[in-house]
């Protein structure tokens, strides 16, 4: 029994077996996540029915944001007559009805636009993220009908 020992290791090292260290080399798994963010309107800004007598008028309309985590960005909101202040005008049978975009509720809420610093920021979660939109308007004292416009909402990041 003690002959076959170094027998069978003469013959390995004869057939090119070795127990010595491996080559060896590394390699990286690796992914890149590029920021992102989906932006939805969740309905319209609907006064409903009004008389011509009511004053400062109020209405309100969410928009959801969801951005990758702990992404930065901010929205913006852009009426169809391109102010980006965010000071639109609704057009009806009676000509245009002025209308405010804000961010806070009532008539001296923040507004709310596309200037930069008219603008709603916020940091993502990668969750939706719903921000409420209020617009006012002072006076509807035109003549009966509907009068609309189009808001575009804008996610910056």
Not at 34 to 53: K, L, R, Y
Not at 78 to 99: E, Q, R, T, V, W
Request: hydrophobic fraction near 35%; glycine fraction near 10%.
């Amino acid at each position: 029994m003690k002959k076959i020992l170094p027998t069978l290791l003469l013959a390995c090292s004869a057939f090119g077996v070795h127990a010595a260290t491996p080559a060896t080399d590394t390699f990286q798994v690796t992914m890149t996540i590029e920021p992102t963010c989906v932006v939805s309107a969740n309905g319209n800004v609907d006064f409903g029915s009004v008389t011509t007598d009511k004053r400062d008028n109020e209405a309100t309309t969410t928009v959801t944001v969801n951005c990758s985590l702990n992404t930065a960005y901010t929205v913006g909101l852009l009426p169809s007559n391109n102010d980006s202040s965010g000071a639109g005008a609704m057009n009806g049978p009676g000509g245009p009805i002025a209308y405010q975009l804000r961010s806070q509720p009532g008539t001296s809420g923040t507004t709310w636009g596309d200037e930069i610093t008219k603008r709603v920021s916020g940091t993502g979660t990668a969750n939706d993220q719903a921000l409420t939109v209020h617009a006012t308007v002072p006076d509807a004292n035109k003549l009966p009908g509907t009068y609309t416009d189009t808001v575009t909402v804008k996610v910056y990041f």
